[in-house]
Antibody, heavy 124, light 107 residues
Framework: EVQLVESGGGLVKPGGSLRLSCAASGFTFGSYTMNWVRQAPGKGLEWVSSITSGGGYIYYADSVKGRSTISRDNAKNSLYLQVNSLRAEDTAVYYC?????????????????WGQGTMVTVSS | EIVLTQSPGTLSLSPGERATLSCRASQSVSSGYLAWYQQKPGQAPRLLIYAASNRATGIPDRFSGSGSGTDFTLTISRLEPEDFAVYHCQQYGSSCSFGQGTKLEIK
């Protein structure tokens, strides 16, 4: 079964850091561009970051640029997102998602497989 | 950044009716790189349509997408009870951005 499972969320104080992980299974992880997308409570979806299959191209949304790092380990079938200097507005469910090969456009594309999400709450 | 505006915010319809959801972009979406997703409470989004009009694997043919440039539409021809959910559009022609969502609720 094709699956993505996120972990690493939790309650963090403002200014703190968090490293999110996403474990992939059931497909050739190293062949796919991967994205992080977040959703604040009761709000719409917000694209956060993307990384190409080999890790050579990386992009960030302006909202997290400069304080986030996306990375991947294809040998471990894993995707990561490190977020520093966390703010209240970073509170959201964070999803990892796979870019569909048939619907890729550079480092982004339509997202055909999503994890169940991991909740990050930034509060004192 | 391309801003996507979805309308209406909430759509109230009955099973069996036709639903028409709109997604308008602040500038032209390159190559029609526009996708639609369905999201139910407590679940991750599910891809319905990619490249404006192509159904994703396993999506029923009552779902159809159309449009180009700045105006895109998702149509559900005959609503089934399981179709009531939130629908998001996404453009991936210039970086990536999502609309704010349309809630489709039972009338």
């Amino acid at each position: 079964e094709v699956q993505l499972v996120e972990s690493g969320g939790g309650l963090v104080k403002p200014g703190g850091s968090l490293r999110l992980s996403c474990a992939a299974s059931g497909f050739t992880f190293g062949s796919y561009t991967m994205n992080w997308v977040r959703q604040a409570p009761g709000k719409g979806l917000e694209w956060v970051s993307s990384i190409t299959s080999g890790g050579g191209y990386i992009y960030y949304a302006d909202s997290v640029k400069g304080r986030s790092t996306i990375s991947r380990d294809n040998a471990k079938n894993s995707l990561y997102l490190q977020v520093n200097s966390l703010r209240a507005e970073d509170t959201a469910v964070y999803y990892c998602a796979r870019v569909a090969l048939i619907a890729a456009a550079g480092t982004v594309g339509a997202l055909d497989i999503w994890g169940q999400g991991t909740m990050v709450t930034v509060s004192s | 950044e391309i801003v996507l505006t979805q309308s209406p915010g909430t759509l109230s319809l009955s099973p069996g009716e036709r639903a028409t959801l709109s997604c308008r972009a602040s500038q032209s979406v390159s190559s029609g790189y526009l996708a639609w997703y369905q999201q139910k409470p407590g679940q991750a989004p599910r891809l319905l349509i990619y490249a404006a009009s192509n159904r994703a694997t396993g999506i029923p043919d009552r779902f159809s997408g159309s449009g180009s440039g700045t105006d895109f539409t998702l149509t559900i021809s005959r609503l089934e009870p399981e179709d009531f959910a939130v629908y998001h559009c996404q453009q991936y022609g210039s970086s990536c951005s999502f609309g704010q969502g349309t809630k489709l609720e039972i009338k």
